[in-house]
């Protein structure tokens, strides 16, 4: 797989282990047993970690302001990066823009659309800060 994006629960039940989402090297060893190229673990209010076949580590803050609802974060986390990475995204640009797009998700109430104005706007505003 180029991506394998689980959630902390899900890895964690699969593992049959805790996760160790701010330990690169553990988070390594887990990419390379997997198979993957990269291994991009959200983590709910924690943000994102990803570990890449090329040994780089990424952890991401989350970028979410007010949660009203988390249905949905982690499809909008993959259609992002699986769009991000189409247009010739980076893996590390790619897991940034979806983690912008899960902030403005978890706003709405439901499962939601994020546009493309929205995330344009929410990455102005956090370079704006």
């Known amino acids: ?76 986390v993959t259609a992002v990066v699986a769009t991000a990475l189409g247009a010739g995204a980076s893996i590390a640009e790619a897991t940034i823009l979806a983690n912008h797009a899960a902030g403005i998700e978890v706003g709405k109430v439901g499962v939601a659309t994020v546009s493309p104005e929205e995330l344009r706007e929410a990455i102005l505003q956090y370079q704006n800060r």
Not at 51 to 74: K, N, Q
């Open 1 to 76: 797989a180029t991506v394998f994006k689980p959630n902390l629960v899900e890895l964690g039940a699969a593992l049959r282990a805790p996760v160790l989402a701010d330990d690169p090297a553990w988070l390594e060893r887990v990419r390379a047993e997997l198979g993957c190229s990269h291994l991009l673990v959200t983590l709910g209010e924690g943000g994102m970690a990803l570990a890449t076949a090329e040994g780089e580590y990424l952890r991401v803050p989350t970028s979410a302001r007010s949660v009203f609802d988390v249905s949905g974060a982690g499809d909008t």
